[in-house]
């Protein structure tokens, strides 16, 4: 006997809302399709499409454009959104943001600069910029990767369940936000949580860069491997590399660095969290250190 519904008794609204909803609940929350799509060539396609469709018609009746006929066709023709402006190619748009982070005097200003940059591909899909979180003067600062879905609502790094997580870290060791800045290497969310592609990271890269120096902490906690390899210069993997003290040089000192699991790891694998216990202690006795002059 076959059970399968008859189409005929398919809503197709209801249809329509229970993909959603099964959508929704296997995490797609962003509508992406396999493959990159220029949208920015589709509607320079369209623009060029609707002007050859007007500039025949100011042809045919073989007047000079600024005759009154084609005046009329060209006050006929509808009038053409402002094309989005495309960001500029990763070279310059790298060379922009170094330019444009250099000149930021503290982090109220660099915050602004990162708002009304354009450079990057990655604000055209992300809801806010997620500059940074906690305590500015803290001697702790922890960098992670790029904000997620949560921190893309809220505007504040780390505020999800891995954030969750980082808090109750911290907490481990006697630290809350008020005692930690918090930011990451990219501060606009890639669409679907994916990895920020290389030209993504290096257009921010100045960008986090001077937020490390403006901030002048004593220690700094790379959260994940992507954040230990874009500004430790680390190769290894962060199994390997984690829990070693390194330096990292501000630009105006030299601080101590130290890369650990990224939270969402942990989640994914809970026995990592006694290496990030080892990790945290280790934290905890750098801090108890007089800060050194670099
Ligand atoms: N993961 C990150 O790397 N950063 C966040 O802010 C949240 C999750």
New binding site residues.
Partial sequence: MDLSPDPRDVDPRAALADLMAFYAEAGVDAGIGDAPVDRFAESAAERSTARTAIRPAAASSSAEPGAPSARREAARAPALPPLAAAPPPPDRAAADAREAAASAPDLDALRGLLERFDGCPLKLTATRL?FADGNPQARLML??????R??DIEG?????R??KL?DRMLAAIGIDRTQAY????VPWRPPG?RTPTPQETAICLPFIRRQIELANPDVLVC??G??AQTLLGIKDGITKARGRWMEYDTGTRRIQALATF???YLLRTPLGKRMVWRDLLAIERKLAEPPSAG
């Fill in positions: 997620v960098v992670g990767e790029a904000p997620g949560d921190e504040k790094p780390f505020v999800g891995s954030g980082l918090i930011a990451n290497v949580n959260l994940g992507p954040s990224h939270p969402a």
